[in-house]
């Protein structure tokens, strides 16, 4: 029976798993450091914050690996020798494979600061980053994040709910404006301000101070100022974890590197998920995906290559979700944080500023670009089949009731949409289709 | 190596903290009417008079409280001194006196003899247990969801004594379970609380209270209460507010005080509302006969509860899903929404616990059926076919089912098992809803394409124990005879994947065909 061995059971290494189980009875084994079992990374917040446990974070409970004849391998892989297809392990034993799946996940970036390693500074990634955040939060009267990016606003949630004043140095001008659009950006940066969050824009870290037992006292910022801290998060993104390609002769650069089959330089050797780089022709930057979904997505696609069915990556419409605090987005297409060429935009906002619909689309012949939306809830589905079908910023507008996935009895702003849209552009008379109303809302 | 064990481990920084004190008031007051409220247990004199035995004279017959003319003109300090000679008394005069009348007997004459402090200042008790719990209930519960903006208010659960099973969850468990067994089995120990809601059963009903008077008071209160800390909770979503809005009004209106005015009024009375098989004792002979015999109006309460339980209740469910009753509606599941909230993580998601959901919920409800059977039969035979077999049925499914299991269990495991333990594997109504839901129903849980990032919230607070991010993060919509519709799995979900709705009944399963997801 063909073995094949999976490094990393993050989301792709066990959707891999799991759809090669669906199709084939191969001997699967999947090693990973971090945890027995498989755990959803997002969710980590949600452990630190009392909301969840650790096992409730495990999307399939423990005997489901056993009875799909998963094997499950707690340990560290260091190194891997291709030509004799084995690893070898940080514990000294060594695993056979004919195939090999790739799927480390990211590691948290660090910018070579000072003081970067001293006690009491850490990033978020892993449960043991948890583990760390548990012991390094007692007693603390202040932690100090750096970077803002989505993982740096989930580590300020965390700690404001164990009532940690927290401020947050952030490079750019406005919250994560480097992605979002401006106004997009200056919702969520009120935002942060109305929880009492010190957010300090276009302030860079210049060093970490310790005191003299060594633990970090303070940040100094590039303009002199000097926070003090008993906690310093740093969250300025990730990077492809590599680390156990290094001494192999698995090509990589930022990431493993891959086409689109997730087929590395070596036979019978495949990477997926965040470590992934997936190299594209034509001079395009090659591709990182650093998303859960996408991880999902790799490893579905790679199932079938490993068992014989090759089956090229299709990305598909992009689309992501996220939570600031308490404001929740949603994205599909494409929205640019500064306007691209040819691109205009629809944006309304709701006056109490926590809502907000953005939709871009080509100037030219109308066509939805990408939609960026902040506190109303969108249907997947419908955004995917527009922007698809390539319909018109007028057709989005009239039908956006079809649309609109927030609860029953939420308010809607679908005409409010459509009313803007007709004193934006005087010559146009758009009328809202398929309204709800408390008829359809009963017998709907 | 180590599992990985998270405990919070910080005392926290409590500087903003804004609304500490108030917090901190409200319990103590809390905590005051409480041990106010259960001090009753212990205190109080009786004294046995003339005129106290005659009170108990619509409850009691007169040959009985003739019996008990010895005890006359004697006072106690112990209410265990006082039930001990009554038992005696009534036992020597009557040996074979059932433990049941017995206990009638001891409740109404005990009940009637109450002389002392709560006696005297009724209503200045009254105040200062239950007006005074429920005063500082509110200011502790209330404000600390001010704290910060509306959104989800899930911070610490687990890590708190009172909702992660630890020794406050353990000790509410413990009264709780200690209540029922007393209001079910024992009322007579819980004769000075009875005393206390005296002047609001006289306002309202104007008839002397009993224990189900009691129950039904502090159960309106339960409701009110803990629906005020549900719209604090949720005051960023109108679903929960209306749906709390619901419950809040058919707790009050329809299962408190209409049956209250209508006893009033000494005419058949029934919670319009409480439908059959939940409502078990509906086609006992007694009840027919009561609501049949009960005039024009007594027999349009007889069918409405035809209509209600065999054309109402599987109709709307086809249109709305259970929910509509179970958590808009149900006065068990009004508690459960509402008193029971702050546990309803609590809920076994494991596939065994479905399992064994599978297997008790539907052997009560055969249990249920077969009752009900025998009861029509018996009503239409007079008693020719089943004879004394149908009251024994009915008495085990009242004990085991009724009081056992409902009551007991149902509430009082909310700190251990979570908030729907009867609904879930007990209730018999619940069962025939959830087999329409599952099978002809328009209602579903619409999961949103590929969004699912396999977090986890929407299966932990879904207090029926359905993990519904196993189909969540299938791209599957959840179609399950258990969801009573709650809607929490959808509002804690962080991305928008979840959505109630109704629709067309056909493919409810799933609606998309996405490479997305799976
Ligand atoms: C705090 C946080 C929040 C996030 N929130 C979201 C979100 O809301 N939405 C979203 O789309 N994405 C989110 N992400 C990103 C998402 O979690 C990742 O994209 C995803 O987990 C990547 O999955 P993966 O399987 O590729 O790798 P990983 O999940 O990183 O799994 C890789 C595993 O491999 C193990 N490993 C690495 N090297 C070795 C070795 N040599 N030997 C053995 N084991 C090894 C690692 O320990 C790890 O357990 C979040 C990430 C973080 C850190
Ligand atoms: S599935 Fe959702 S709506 Fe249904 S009972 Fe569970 S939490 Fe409530
Ligand atoms: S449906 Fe929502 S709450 Fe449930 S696991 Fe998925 S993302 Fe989390």
Redesign the interface.
């Known amino acids: 029976m063909e073995h094949l061995v999976i490094i990393g059971n993050g ?1 792709t290494g066990i959707t891999t798993a799991r759809h090669v189980r669906k199709i084939s009875d191969k001997r699967i084994t999947i090693i990973s450091a971090e ?2 079992h498989f755990y ?1 990374r ?2 980590l917040m ?9 096992p ?4 399939y ?1 423990d005997w489901f690996w056993e009875k799909n004849k998963i094997e499950l391998l ?1 340990g560290l892989v260091t190194e891997i020798d291709s030509d004799n297809k084995t690893l070898s392990l940080a514990d000294g034993s060594k695993i056979m494979y004919d195939q090999l799946v790739i799927a480390t996940g990211s590691k948290s970036n660090k910018f070579g600061w000072p003081g970067q390693d001293l006690p009491g500074v850490q990033g978020l990634y892993s ?1 043991q980053d ?2 760390l955040l ?2 390094n ?5 202040r932690a100090v994040i750096v970077g803002g990016g989505l993982i740096g606003i989930e580590l300020v949630e965390m700690l404001l ?5 927290v401020t947050m140095l952030v490079r750019e001008k406005s919250y994560w404006d480097n992605i979002l659009p401006q106004r997009e950006s200056k919702l969520i940066t009120r935002h942060i301000l ?3 969050i010190d957010l300090r824009c276009e302030t860079n870290l210049k060093e970490i101070i310790a005191d003299p037992d060594g633990r970090v006292c303070a940040v100094k910022t590039e303009n002199g100022e000097e926070i003090s801290c008993e906690i310093v998060g740093l969250t300025p993104g990730v990077a492809p974890n590599i680390e156990v390609v290094k001494n192999s002769q698995i090509a990589a650069g930022r990431g493993i590197l891959v086409n689109d089959f997730f087929e590395t330089n070596i036979p019978d050797v495949y990477a997926a998920g965040d470590c992934a780089e997936i190299v594209t022709p034509e001079g395009e930057r090659n591709k990182i995906e650093q998303l ?2 996408t991880g ?2 790799h490893g ?1 696609a790679l199932a079938k290559t490993i068992c014989g069915e090759r089956t090229i990556y ?1 990305r ?1 419409i992009w ?1 992501n ?3 600031f ?2 404001i ?1 987005y ?1 994205t599909y297409g494409f929205v640019s944080n500064v306007p691209r060429k040819g691109e205009s935009s629809f944006y309304w906002e709701h006056a109490e500023g926590r809502m907000c619909l953005h939709l871009v689309y080509n100037a030219q012949n109308h066509a939805l670009v990408g939609v960026n939306i902040f506190g109303i ?5 419908v955004f ?1 089949k527009w922007l698809t079908e390539k319909r018109t910023l007028e057709y989005v507008l009239e039908h956006l009731c079809e649309a609109n ?7 809607e702003f679908e005409s409010e949409f459509v009313a803007q849209y007709n004193t934006q552009f005087p010559g146009q008379k758009l009328r809202l289709q398929g309204k709800r109303g408390l008829f359809n809302k009963i ?2 | ?1 180590t ?15 804004r609304f500490g004190a108030v917090k901190s008031g409200g319990l103590i007051l809390f905590l005051i009417g409480m041990v106010i409220f259960l001090s009753t247990l212990f205190r109080g004199d009786f004294k046995i008079t003339q005129q106290s035995l005659q009170q108990s004279g619509n409850k009691v017959s007169t040959a009985r409280l003739q019996n008990l003319q010895p005890l006359v003109g004697k006072f106690y300090t112990s209410k265990k001194r006082a039930l001990a000679e009554i038992r005696n008394t009534l036992r020597e005069a009557e040996p074979q006196i059932d433990a049941y009348n017995l206990g009638v007997a001891q409740f109404w004459v005990l009940k009637n003899a109450a002389a002392g402090v709560f006696k005297d200042q009724t209503v200045l008790y009254f105040f200062l247990s239950i007006i005074l719990a429920i005063v500082g209930g509110l200011l502790y519960i209330i404000p600390q969801f001010y704290e ?5 208010k ?7 004594s009172a909702m992660a099973r630890g020794a406050i969850g353990i000790t509410i468990g413990t009264l709780f379970i200690a209540f029922y067994i007393l209001l079910y089995w024992f009322p007579q120990y819980i004769v000075n609380m009875v005393l206390l809601v005296d002047p609001v059963s006289y306002f309202i009903r104007n008839m002397p209270a009993d224990q189900w008077f009691l129950y039904g008071f502090l159960y309106t209160l339960t409701i009110i209460v803990m629906g005020l800390r549900m719209l604090a909770k949720y005051r ?4 929960h507010i ?1 749906r709390t809005f619901s419950i809040i009004f058919f707790q009050l209106i329809f299962a408190f005080l209409l049956p209250s005015l209508l006893e009033r009024l000494s005419m058949p009375s029934m919670d319009l509302k409480n439908a059959w098989p939940l409502n078990y004792y509906f086609f006992t002979d007694w009840n027919i006969n009561s609501l049949w015999g009960g005039g024009s109006f007594g027999q349009f309460l007889f069918i409405w509860g035809i209509i209600l339980s065999f054309a109402g209740v599987p109709l709307l469910t086809y ?1 709305y899903g259970k929910r509509w009753y179970c958590s808009w509606v149900c006065g068990c599941g009004g508690l459960a929404e509402t008193l029971g909230d702050p546990f309803r993580h609590l809920s076994d ?3 065994r616990a479905w399992k064994v959901e599978r297997i008790t919920i539907y052997s009560v409800l055969v249990f249920a059926l077969v009752m009900t059977f025998m009861q029509v039969v018996n009503y239409t035979s007079n008693g020719d076919i089943f004879g004394n077999y149908t009251w024994r049925v009915n008495q085990a499914y009242s004990f085991f089912i009724g009081a056992a299991f409902a009551g007991v269990v149902g509430t009082g495991f909310y700190p251990f098992m979570g908030n729907r333990v009867w609904c879930r594997f007990g209730c018999p109504l619940a069962a025939i809803l959830g087999i329409v839901q599952r099978f002809k129903s328009r209602f579903r849980i ?1 999961t ?4 699912c ?5 929407c ?2 607070y879904c207090e029926m124990g359905i993990d519904v ?2 189909y969540a ?1 299938r791209g599957e919509n959840i179609v399950r005879a258990s969801c009573v519709g709650c ?1 929490v799995c ?3 979900c ?3 994947v979840l ?5 067309p009944a056909g493919n409810r399963f799933n ?2 065909k ?5």
Not at chain 1, 377 to 381: E, N
């Open positions: 989301i945890s027995d959803s997002p969710a949600y452990i630190f914050m009392g909301h969840m446990r650790y409730d974070t495990k999307p409970e707690r449960l948890l583990e548990e012991k939060s007692v007693g603390a009267k709910s164990r009532k940690i004043p109305e929880h009492g859960w979904y999902r997505m579905k299709e598909g689309f979700s996220a939570k605090l308490d929740e949603q809830r969108m249907r997947h589905t995917e996935f927030d609860p029953e009895f939420f308010a017998f709907a | 190596m599992p990985i064990q998270i405990t919070k481990s910080t005392p926290g920084n409590h500087e903003n903290n910060g903006l509306p959104g989800i899930h911070n610490n659960i687990w890590f708190s960023h979503s109108r679903y209306i249109f998601k494991s596939l619409t949103n394409g590929g969004q990032i396999s977090c986890g919230n299966s932990t991010r196993a993060q809607g959808a509002a804690v962080p991305r928008g959505r109630l709705e109704n629709g609606l998309i996405s490479d997305a997801i799976n």
